[in-house]
């Protein structure tokens, strides 16, 4: 009996080890198991978005004010304790080099979720730069703009005309205000919530690895890089619009909106099966000139085949590919910087 037993426990711990591990190296098993199970349990048993618990946490680890202690703390919980669809600190470090090599005036940006990559470009952007950002979800742009402001980046949120989320009434006030007494029935319930999903997802430690910049082997840091980085705050002086709608309704609108000629750098990172045809928009609205640089995420994972196959076959662009890993995780992702040629 004890041997049936035994030979049970074993078995299931291979079946256990060979999930996590195609959890941690194939992209479809790693967005099913974060996405569609891990949050959606924390989820139920928090009461809370994963945006509002990444909130949270900024708003009791994050130096105020501080965008590279904001960036840290996203990076520190995404890795550690829940995952998250933002760029991630290895492709940020990517956007990061090209944001500082095209130095853009008018930046736009396509998917906000909480603003993590909101705050690596506006970081970098000199004084006097414009930063637009375009997210469809009323209440990941309501975390995103108190994440910005914990950071130091003051955005300026407008409002689709649909009613807001009754969770983000009180979009101005950090969702972490509470009560003394509700502060530490969720602090009792985030620590057992944390201890069993942790139970759950210690196995994939072992197959966890520390983060490489595919870049720093070819690329070395640009100096206003490592400057930033030995500052002990660093803040963005450039103004940063929030707006909230559908990218296809939200395009046609910022020509007129923002009195502009073109957007010297472009960032993608919303819905993939819109890269294509929200650039094709871009193109026709003319928010595009002779130099504009796109920047596309997640294009290997989940992937936007139908987006590269434009990019690269059309003699309107000139791009290059940059190999890396879906953000936080061992599973082949990368960008793509596409040069508008006019």
Known sequence: MLSVLLAGCMGALAVLLVVVWRVRTDGTWALWWHDNYLERLRDFTSGKSRPMRILQYVQRTAVQGDANSVISAVDSYCANVEWAMNVGDMKGEILDAVVLDVRPRWVLELGTYCGYSTMRIARFLPPGARLVTLEMNHHYAQVAKQILGHAGVDAQLSPSPSSVPQSCTQGEEPVGGATHSSQRRWRLQEALIYTTLHCLQLPLQLFSRT????????????????????????????????????????????????????????????????????????????????????????????????????????????????????????????????????
């Open 211 to 342: 983060p490489q910049n595919p870049l720093a082997a070819s690329t070395p840091k640009p100096p206003e890089e490592t400057a930033g980085r030995q500052q002990t705050k660093r803040s963005s002086t450039c103004k940063v619009d929030l707006l909230v709608g559908t990218s296809s309704a939200l395009i046609p609108q910022l020509k007129k909106k923002f009195d502009l000629d073109k957007f010297d750098l472009v960032f993608i990172d919303h819905w993939k099966t819109s890269y294509l045809p929200d650039t094709k928009l871009l193109e026709e609205c003319g928010l595009l000139a002779s130099g504009t640089v796109l920047l596309a995420d997640n294009v290997t994972c989940p992937g936007a085949p139908d987006y590269l196959q434009y990019v690269r076959n059309s003699p309107r662009y000139k791009s290059l590919y940059f190999p890396s890993q879906l953000e936080y995780l061992q599973v082949e992702d990368g960008m793509e910087k596409s040069i508008f040629l006019g």
